[in-house]
Every structure is written in structure tokens, then in C-alpha cells.
């Protein structure tokens, strides 16, 4: 049952075989050696095996444990009633996992803020349009009670001019809910603001001269002043801080726009100003006139009643979130003259193209 090796050589003797020489020994030796490489072979499979079996587990336990934690979490927050879901927090991990739970807090945290946005947008609809509808009922109730012509006509226009208000109002309720969807269907294109803003200054020209005032426009000559936006929600953006110049301006004064580019560090920018001479804004109300529904007509401006009627409080807050689709910001400030607020200026920057 062993191993033999034999051997053999023919001897010869002028190409005459006179005998044979043959050598044999046992294999042990091979065998031995034969084996021992088998049991090297087993050695190296059995080690990885081991290793195989330990990065499975680290891999377990660093991505698919992870990712099945992630996962646990997504669908708690799709399946949930409430906002409080923990979402595994693995940006320390700086890699592929890491940048996917980042981006799932980032999702979910604003998946609530658009939630909050939608749920404040419908309490402030309902808070805004209750306040014309009391007046209105009230004057119908009251016109229905009396008999004085002079009082009824009086009560008919305080309807009709309610009607009006509600009117606008649910038109302006209607553009803001479905700005975020078309902004987002919008494709950029090249505008030149040169030709957009001549454009809306021969528009309003008309409307400032009834009211005994004067838009002069002043734009930066050899300068290209293209950016990448939607060209008609631009237009939307400087025809409403158009209006509301109008709006607040005294008569016999001016409203001055100026466009012009200017270079920063980060990039070149546009930059567009409306300023007018009106009563300027108040210091602490700077921010808040881009909020939604925001409005103050407190201020004793003699304006046509029509003019008046047209702002809602919903057009600096719809002109904000166009710049913003844009990538641009904008914001006010207050013109002084002796120390005194002389007038209010609205800046626009958007990236040049």
C-alpha cells in the first residue's frame, strides 16, 4: 500500500543490450512532501475562509446594517403620524453612507419645513380672506337695515370694493400656490435686462404720469447686463417693486432704477435698484416685507383707492422666492437724507450669465 519508483536503463555494448540496470526506492518522501502542500492549501483556504467570513461582518456592520437602519427609518417617516422619527445620523463617517444619511435628514428636514410652509400658507389664506368677507357681511347686513340713498350708495361701494379685494386676493393665493411648482418646470434662459427693464418703464410710464410722477431708468452703458432666469417671472419680480414704488410715492416725485454689473470675488452680478421718495419703511420691518401677507398701508400716501386695492401682501413675498429660483437675493433698505429716511430702495442681484 506504499509508493514504489522504479528505474530502469538498458546497458549496451556496441548498440548490443548485455544487461539492465534498475533502481527503485519507496515515495515516502513525496508523499510526505505531497501532503504537506495539501495541508498548506488547507491552511490558506481555512485562513480565507476566516477572513472572508470577518469582512463579510465588517461589511454587515458598516453598509448593510447601516442602510437597512436608513431604510427602517424612511419608511417610519412615509408610514409615521408624528415628525419626531430618528434619522441615524452617519456623517462622521465621511463616505458613500455617510453622504446618503446626510442627504436623508436633509430630505426629511425639509419635507416638515414644506409641511409647516404649506399648513401656515392655508392659516394665513383663511386669517386674510375672513377679514374682507366681516366687512362685507356687514355692509350687507347694514345696506338691507336702511333707507338713506346717500348711505346705501355709500355701503355699495364699500361692497363693491371688498368684492375687488377678495377678487385679487384669491388671484394673487392662486399664483403663489403654484409658484413653486411651475419655478420648478421653468427652464433658465438668457434674459437681457437692458431690453426687460425698458420694456416695464414704458409699461408703468403711463400709470406714473396720471399720478404726477416721473420713472427714469438708468442703465450702465458697453456693459452686458444678461442673466439666466425665466424671463416672465423676472418681469413679474421688477413690475411688483415697481408698483409698490407707485403705491407709496408722493406725487410730483421720482422713482429712479438702476441697473449695473458688479464683480466680487465669487463671480460677477447684476445688480438691479428700484428707489423711490416715499416714506421709506420701518427699521424693523426691513426683513419681515418679504414674509407672505405681509402689508402696511398705515401711511397716510394720497393714492387712487384702485391702487391700493391691488396689493395683497403676497407680491415682495412671491418676488423673493422667484430671485431665490434664481439664484439671487434680494432685499431693501432705507434712503436717508439729513439723517432722515427720504425714501426706500429695493436691490436685486442675480449671477450674470
Not at 127 to 152: C, F, G, M, W, Y
Not at 227 to 243: C, K
Amino acid at each position: 500500500n506504499g509508493l514504489i519508483i522504479s528505474v530502469a536503463l538498458p546497458i549496451q555494448h556496441y548498440r548490443q543490450v548485455i544487461g539492465a540496470l534498475m533502481i527503485s526506492t519507496n515515495g515516502q518522501k513525496i508523499e510526505q512532501a505531497m501532503r504537506a502542500i495539501r495541508l498548506d492549501i488547507l491552511q490558506i483556504f481555512t485562513i480565507a475562509l476566516i477572513i472572508t467570513i470577518l469582512l463579510s461582518l465588517y461589511l454587515a456592520g458598516t453598509i448593510a446594517r447601516p442602510i437597512n437602519r436608513l431604510a427602517a427609518a424612511a419608511e417610519k417617516v412615509r408610514t409615521g403620524h408624528g415628525r419626531h422619527v430618528y434619522i441615524p445620523d452617519f456623517t462622521s463617517r465621511r463616505d458613500e453612507i455617510g453622504e446618503l444619511s446626510r442627504d436623508l435628514r436633509g430630505m426629511t428636514e425639509a419635507l416638515w419645513q414644506r409641511m409647516d410652509a404649506i399648513e401656515k400658507f392655508a392659516a394665513d389664506v383663511s386669517h386674510e380672506i375672513k377679514n374682507p368677507l366681516t366687512s362685507l357681511r356687514s355692509a350687507v347686513e347694514t345696506v338691507a337695515r336702511i333707507d338713506d340713498p346717500e348711505k346705501q350708495k355709500q355701503l355699495m361701494t364699500i361692497i363693491l370694493d371688498d368684492v375687488q379685494r377678495l377678487n385679487r386676493l384669491i388671484s394673487d393665493i392662486s399664483d403663489a400656490s403654484r409658484l413653486d411648482a411651475e419655478l420648478s418646470r421653468d427652464i433658465p434662459a438668457p434674459v437681457n435686462l437692458r431690453h426687460l427693464l425698458e420694456a416695464l418703464i414704458e409699461i408703468e410710464k403711463d400709470t406714473a404720469l396720471n399720478l404726477k410722477l416721473s420713472i427714469n431708468l438708468f442703465l450702465e452703458t458697453g456693459t452686458d447686463l444678461t442673466v439666466s432666469a425665466s424671463e416672465g417671472r423676472l418681469g413679474q419680480v421688477f413690475l411688483n417693486i415697481i408698483n409698490n414704488a407707485i403705491s407709496f410715492s408722493p406725487p410730483h416725485t421720482k422713482i429712479i432704477m438702476r441697473a449695473e454689473r458688479i464683480i466680487k470675488s465669487y463671480g460677477d452680478f447684476i445688480r438691479v435698484t428700484i428707489e423711490d421718495e416715499g416714506p421709506g419703511i420701518p427699521e424693523d420691518n426691513l426683513v419681515s416685507i418679504f414674509d407672505r401677507f405681509y402689508t402696511d398701508r398705515s401711511i397716510n400716501v394720497k393714492k387712487d383707492d384702485n391702487i391700493l386695492l391691488n396689493h395683497s401682501g403676497l407680491g415682495l413675498s412671491i418676488s423673493k422666492q422667484i430671485v431665490e429660483a434664481a439664484d439671487g437675493r434680494i432685499w431693501a433698505e432705507n434712503c436717508y437724507k439729513n439723517n432722515l429716511i427720504s425714501g426706500a430702495i429695493f436691490i436685486v442681484e442675480l449671477p450674470a450669465n
